[in-house]
């Protein structure tokens, strides 16, 4: 693919649906002082063996940087008895860093589901999570009933996202060259708009490449469509690199894959704004 490197789907849900099990989830609160404290969390995950339960999901909430807010982790084991279930809300509490547990039954038979997180947070920001369904249907529906004007709404107004991603995170971050690279194509596969390739970036052009894009993947078969959001997007991330604002650049879409192409290719130019008279 892009790099020999080995991809995997990363499962974002905090909900168990499975009929077999008796999916309980616990909510357990750490002191900001356990990020750096070590074996905090084998200590915590060593009880659900212990109790001859098996754990079914196990995530961690850090917040982000250098933690100054509570770090939770969230647990779903597979528990018969309520009895059981408190006596491992015991056993947490007791666990060092931790300051608060709390625990809920299956919300219906064979459904478990974190009931503590809100919001999404994602770089210190709210964020909402949206399936690949929805977003089919975010850029489907408008392009074909609005038509290339809804492409320049999305262009612009996800300019305007990138330009204050990059100011408000990856300026902040990032100090040389290949670390704003390096930060730019791995922020956007998390993300998951697609598998980022810088493939040039000087101080007047640069030529991005995006394997599996997920807006163009959505755009499939829609006459006259083409890359609007993730143009914008890394349009204004360069406004941002650059110093310059969005009318001295000049983006180009080279190859995109609802025209059959292997992947999407944007070059974007840095040239001098001539106003029209």
């Known amino acids: 693919m892009v790099e020999e490197r080995k991809l995997s789907p990363y499962h974002m849900g905090r909900i168990i649906v499975n009929k077999r099990s008796n999916p309980f989830f616990f909510n357990i609160t750490l002191s900001p002082e356990a990020y750096r404290a070590i074996g905090v969390l084998q200590e ?26 509570n770090i939770r982790v969230i647990v779903s084991a597979d528990i018969r008895d309520p009895k059981q279930a408190e006596r491992i809300a015991s056993k947490l509490r007791r666990v060092r ?20 997180s809100f919001p999404p947070m994602i770089r210190g920001e709210r964020a909402a999570i949206f399936s690949e369904s929805i977003f089919k249907w975010l850029f489907r529906f408008g392009w074909e009933k609005i038509g290339s004007g809804y492409g320049g709404i999305l262009y612009r ?15 902040k971050v990032a100090t040389s060259k290949e670390e704003h690279v390096k930060l730019l194509e791995e922020t956007m596969r998390l993300l998951g708009y697609g598998i980022l390739k810088v493939v040039e970036l000087t101080d007047k052009i640069a030529i991005f490449r995006i394997y599996d894009n997920l807006e163009c993947r959505s755009l499939m078969g829609v006459e006259g469509a083409e890359n609007a959001m993730l143009r914008g997007l890394l349009a204004g991330w360069l406004s941002g690199y650059w110093g310059v604002d969005i009318y001295f650049i000049r ?24 106003p029209l008279v």
């Not at 915590?44 to 807010?69: A, M, Q, T, Y």
């Not at 860093?97 to 299956?106: G, I, L, N, R």
């Open 44 to 69: 915590i995950i060593r009880l659900f063996p212990e109790e001859n339960v098996p754990i079914l999901l196990c995530k961690l909430s850090i917040p982000h940087g250098e933690p100054s807010e």
């Open 97 to 116: 860093y931790v300051k608060e547990v709390d625990y809920s039954p299956p919300i219906i038979p064979g459904v478990g589901i974190d009931m503590w």
């Open 157 to 171: 107004s996800f300019f305007e996202a990138g330009r204050e991603a990059y100011e408000k995170f990856y300026s």
């Open 251 to 274: 983006p180009k879409e080279t190859r995109c894959i609802i025209r059959g192409d292997p992947y999407c290719e944007l070059e974007y130019r840095k040239e001098k704004y001539e």
